[in-house]
């Protein structure tokens, strides 16, 4: 049996596992990909389960992200985990039980993936569905082959939610994907509605996010053949992903690292051209002090304020690290 052939007999054979008493949620760090990848999960799910919830981890304040979300009618709303006893499954897209302090302790029936394999641990429920391929540009592609295997043809909407993920995580092809994202991505283009995905590309900045770009600006330093850019105290982790993806436009940058503080956590969002692997980047300068990782041409890195050691500041400590740290061996991916 082929490899490809493998995951959709897995998930025929978890769908017919799903119960029509059962409510499920599913959990994300909105993005466009995430949030197309949810949408699809539920269109599979339709009528095989009783209820189906999209809830997001983070907060959404990117344009572009705030006009998918309204055009294409995403029914995405805030976690709550006081509301965990209200749901008989969790499942997870676009992200890892490891990615996020967030998904700690919590266990999860389906997990689907295109970045990195990581330690799931526990966190895959016995009998639970995991498909994670990091050779994928966008798990959005990942959910369309599902589709397109179990012939559910998509509406308007969800096409376009799906075609924007691919869009998106694959910088339209200009940073990451393969042959199969450009497949799925031609297959969408055909039932998207082009008009609210123009709506929707147009909405990329805020015109109160102009001074931030200028502080960009006079803060970008060279740093091993990349650069850092540090913005210290911002209001969203949004603001750091469109100043770093801004930068991945500039000729002759390979890679970028934008850190900034949000709520006494410190962020940095890792861009690159693809010619050294950034996810491994940033898992070897942050991964002993909280969250980091990605794959070849994203990446990002989460740690507390806190362990950033006295007297020093943030900016200054993501430098040294930039500057000092070694990759790390491969992680194995035996078993997955």
Not at 21 to 50: E, F, N, Q, T
Request: glycine share 8%.
């Amino acid at each position: 049996m082929g490899f490809q052939a493998e995951h959709f007999l897995r998930m025929k054979q978890w769908r017919r596992g799903l119960d029509k008493a059962d409510r499920w949620c599913i959990l994300i760090s909105a993005d466009p990909d995430a949030m197309g990848s949810a949408l699809a999960l539920k269109r599979l799910m339709h009528r095989k389960v009783k209820h189906v919830d999209i809830m997001r981890i983070n907060e959404v304040t990117r344009p572009d992200n705030l006009a998918m979300i309204r055009y294409l009618r995403i029914p995405v709303r805030p976690w709550q985990p006081e509301r965990l006893t209200q749901y008989q499954h969790l499942a997870v897209v676009d992200s890892q039980p490891a990615h996020s302090q967030a998904f700690a302790g919590l266990t999860f029936d389906c997990i689907i993936d295109h970045h990195p394999v990581t330690d799931l641990g526990s966190a895959l429920a016995p009998g639970g569905l995991c498909d994670i391929r990091p050779e994928m540009g966008a798990t959005s592609t990942m959910l369309t082959r599902y589709l397109q295997a179990l012939r559910i043809q998509p509406g308007p909407l969800l096409a376009t939610a799906l075609l924007y993920g691919i869009r998106t995580d694959t910088a339209v092809f200009a940073r990451s994907g393969g042959e199969r994202d450009l497949r799925a991505y031609q297959w969408l283009s055909q039932q998207a509605d082009t008009s609210l995905l123009q709506r929707i590309i147009r909405s990329e900045y805020l015109r109160a996010w102009l001074p931030i770009f200028a502080r960009a600006f006079r803060n970008l330093r060279d740093c091993r053949g990349g650069a850092l850019v540090s913005l210290n105290d911002v209001d969203s982790a949004d603001l750091l992903v469109a100043v770093a993806d801004f930068f991945t436009k500039v000729h002759g940058l390979k890679w970028v690292a934008v850190s900034g503080v949000v709520d006494k956590k410190v962020i940095v969002i890792f861009r690159g051209d693809g010619g050294r692997d950034i996810g491994r980047l940033a898992d070897a300068c942050f991964y002993d002090v909280g969250t980091a990782g990605g794959h070849r041409s994203m990446g990002r890195a989460e740690f507390p304020l806190s362990a950033v050691p006295a007297g020093v500041k943030a900016a200054d400590f993501v430098h040294q690290r930039l500057l000092t740290r070694k990759l790390r061996p491969r992680p194995s991916t035996a078993g997955q």
